[in-house]
């Protein structure tokens, strides 16, 4: 069904609010260059906290209270509809991984990925299942399901570690017999997670790779964007997009080699860690530039006799007034920041800035990826 060289992007996007209000605020041409890899996380699962005063403690002193966790298959039909609504019936893949042995089976039997692969059918969404080479039997039970009934294919994420080992291609060979399918129904995902300047280099993996050509699509994802801004002060500050630059460069040497597509983890850290609850974020902008990020630090919107929330606007005054600003019709993100400098009441919050900064970095990579 999916089949793209290096003119396409792969976002992977964690499925949260933000990152789903930026995707479909994209413009349809950059929508077209791209296919997420859309990974639910399992905190949506959880019970949810909520605040509850006692007799003996002020509102400032309540109590976290866990409310009854919600039904999973309530919470999976929610994720279904937020595709279709969010990215429409536009292909995609879908990655389950961490909800494995955090999310019990629906209705006592059914896994989650067969119970949300029955609802993309019903909604006629083009789901691509995520596994890897160890996943348990019960997940690769459910993926061989969901690929013979919707013949959609799957995409296979493995990491450098397990490209080199030396028993690969018989591992791989045992792994396309027990679902079934052959090389060309899959789309191979080389995942190195946090980019890493001493790790192999993409054209090394790559001629460690079995069948090379006959995967029907390849792509090889990277995050460079640290893990959050703590080590910075308040400011502004350059953080090089080594995952771009390091994946271009090898491009311009590749020869005839077949070459991967360019997958990222946007401005979000290249390893899953849920943020912790109440936190103290800080008013920052992630913008992306052509080879770099540049941070717009500010303070913790929470410290005491500190600025707040209105640092965010004096940020976003700050970047309109730079040359790198890219210009308020841009993107649907660049739009809000050029907004928001000009409503010194409306401050934004969290979600809506990471929204603006994934929104302008989608952007930014599908009109690179365009111009290659």
């Known amino acids: 069904m999916i089949m793209f060289g290096t003119n396409h992007y792969v976002p992977i996007l964690r499925w949260k609010q933000a990152e789903r209000l930026a995707l479909h605020r994209l413009r349809s041409d950059d929508k077209a260059?791209?296919?997420p890899v859309i990974e639910i996380p399992p905190k949506s699962f959880f019970p949810k906290k909520r605040v509850e005063a006692t007799e003996r403690k002020s509102a400032t002193e309540s109590l976290l209270v866990n409310e009854l966790a919600p039904d999973p298959g309530s919470v999976l039909r929610r994720h279904a509809k937020e595709i279709l609504r969010f990215w429409g019936n536009s292909p995609f893949f879908?990655?389950?991984?961490?909800?494995?042995?955090?999310?019990?089976?629906?209705?006592?039997?059914?896994?989650?990925?067969?119970?949300?692969?029955?609802?993309?059918?019903?909604?006629?969404?083009?789901?691509?299942?995520?596994?890897g080479l160890d996943r348990p039997v019960r997940y690769q039970t459910a993926v061989a399901t969901a690929v013979r009934t919707d013949r959609n294919g799957l995409c296979l994420r493995v990491s450098p570690s397990e490209l080199l080992e030396v028993n690969l291609p018989r591992r791989l060979e045992q792994?396309?017999?027990?679902?079934?399918?052959?090389?060309?129904?899959l789309?191979?995902?080389?995942?190195?997670?946090?980019?890493?300047?001493?790790?192999?280099?993409?054209?090394e993996l790559l001629l460690r790779v079995p069948q090379l050509r006959k995967w029907r699509s390849l792509i090889l994802a990277r995050g460079a964007f640290p893990k959050d801004l703590q080590n910075f002060e308040p400011g502004a500050h350059r953080i090089g997009r080594s995952d771009w630059t390091s994946w271009k460069d090898e491009l311009r040497q590749r020869g005839r080699q077949r070459w991967p597509s360019f997958s990222d983890y946007t401005i979000q850290y290249g390893r899953y860690v849920e943020p912790v609850d109440n936190a103290n974020p800080s008013a920052s902008i992630r913008y992306t530039l052509d080879e770099e990020w540049l941070i717009m630090r500010g303070e913790g919107i929470f410290n005491e006799d500190g600025p707040g929330r209105?640092?965010?606007?004096?940020?976003?005054?700050?970047?309109?007034?730079?040359?790198?600003?890219?210009?308020?019709?841009?993107?649907?993100?660049?739009?809000?920041i050029a907004e928001m400098s000009r409503k010194p009441k409306d401050h934004g919050s969290p979600m809506t800035w990471i929204r603006a900064g994934l929104n302008h970095h989608m952007s930014v990579v599908s009109r690179q990826i365009g111009a290659l």
């Open 94 to 131: 879908l990655e389950l991984a961490y909800l494995e042995g955090a999310v019990p089976a629906i209705n006592g039997s059914v896994h989650p990925l067969t119970y949300l692969s029955d609802l993309g059918r019903s909604y006629r969404l083009k789901l691509v299942p995520v596994t």
């Open 33 to 35: 260059r791209m296919t």
């Open 187 to 203: 789309d191979l995902l080389v995942d190195y997670g946090v980019f890493d300047p001493d790790a192999p280099r993409i054209r």
């Open 310 to 336: 209105a640092q965010w606007n004096a940020n976003a005054m700050l970047l309109m007034e730079r040359d790198e600003f890219y210009g308020e019709a841009f993107s649907d993100g660049d739009t809000y």
């Open 175 to 185: 792994f396309l017999d027990g679902l079934g399918v052959k090389a060309s129904d």
